[in-house]
């Protein structure tokens, strides 16, 4: 099973930036899909944005134009560049695989007004 570790999570100022990464276990480059989910405080998780191995890229309305998921087949890493980040982005971030559905710990994110 492919272990997923996330990072660069934080506490930060409306407007300001962060990049989350997932590093993997393991070879990452015949994983169909990994994605990014946000879970808000007395909320369910739900999807950030996914990447396939084709490089098809999916985000959630809320976070289009601001966020950008990109991946690293060679270093086996996941990244969510997270820009003009609002209150709402606020909840712990999960990296997700989906060949066996792995997911990772979690990162939070903080985000003040």
């Known amino acids: 099973q492919v272990q997923l570790v996330e990072s660069g999570g934080g506490l930060v100022q409306a407007g300001g930036s962060l990049r989350l990464s997932c590093a993997a276990s393991?070879?990452?480059?015949?994983?169909?899909?990994m994605g990014w989910y946000r879970q808000a405080p007395g909320k369910q998780r739900a999807l950030v944005a996914s990447?396939?191995?084709?490089?098809?890229?999916n985000y959630a309305d809320s976070v289009k134009g601001r966020f950008i998921i990109s991946r690293d087949n060679a270093k086996n890493t996941v990244y969510l560049q997270m820009n003009s980040l609002k209150p709402e982005d606020t909840g712990v971030y999960y990296c997700?695989?989906?060949?066996?559905?792995?997911w990772g710990q979690g990162t939070q994110v903080t985000v003040s007004s």
């Open positions: 990447i396939t191995s084709g490089d098809n890229i």
């Open positions: 393991g070879s990452i480059s015949s994983i169909y899909r």
């Open positions: 997700y695989e989906s060949n066996l559905g792995s």
